[in-house]
T-cell receptor, first 109, second 112 residues
């Protein structure tokens, strides 16, 4: 079966760094996406990784290890507006996105 | 129009009624998708369309139907609504090069 695991909830402090992990087992792999979703809003695209390594985009970075079936999203210099759910999704062999249940990130002042 | 629009924003519906959720995109994306999102379950794919004129079933298609008469529109119909279809429904589209999905604002549907 296809499975994506990520923690249900995490708490971090404003100004700090947080790492959100995602592990996956899917039928084929054509890339991994991270999306941000604020409460009551639609998911918005953050990053895409298809090769191993780290992709940096401002305060956000995403890492992929295909051999380990593992990715993480790193958020630096946390701001209150980063309070949201972060969704990990894998593009499978049929080019369909398989979604994790999301990680709710709570930022405390 | 910029991106993807959905209508209505929210709706309360009596069980047994028929309901069509509308979705329109102006990005000329080939692929479109309908998801439902329930607390703790994440996004679940209902139906998809890889190109105009074709549709496919996702993970939870029962009780729903779709059509794709043209590139821009992808309506989702509930033939006879049931309370378990109470959810937030998101429409999305993607291009065939990057496969990045872009989402509409969602429709919050309550079936009583």
């Amino acid at each position: 079966g296809q499975n994506i695991d990520q923690p249900t909830e995490m708490t971090a402090t404003e100004g700090a760094i947080v790492q959100i992990n995602c592990t996956y087992q899917t039928s084929g792999f054509n890339g991994l996406f991270w999306y941000q979703q604020h409460a009551g809003e639609a998911p918005t695209f953050l990053s895409y990784n298809v090769l191993d390594g780290l992709e940096e985009k401002g305060r956000f970075s995403s890492f992929l290890s295909r051999s380990k079936g593992y990715s993480y999203l790193l958020l630096k210099e946390l701001q209150m507006k980063d309070s949201a759910s972060y969704l990990c999704a894998v593009l499978d062999s049929n080019y369909q996105l398989i979604w994790g249940a999301g990680t709710k990130l709570i930022i405390k002042p | 129009i910029a991106g993807i629009t959905q209508a209505p924003t929210s709706q309360i519906l009596a069980a047994g009624r028929r309901m069509t959720l509308r979705c329109t995109q102006d990005m000329r994306h080939n692929a479109m998708y309908w998801y439902r999102q329930d607390l703790g379950l994440g996004l679940r794919l209902i139906h998809y369309s890889n190109t105009a004129g074709t549709t496919g079933k996702g993970e939870v298609p029962d009780g729903y139907s779709v059509s794709r008469a043209n590139t821009d529109d992808f309506p989702l119909t509930l033939a006879s609504a049931v309370p378990s279809q109470t959810s937030v429904y998101f429409c999305a589209s993607s291009d065939s090069m990057t496969h990045t999905q872009y989402f509409g604002p969602g429709t919050r549907l309550t079936v009583l």
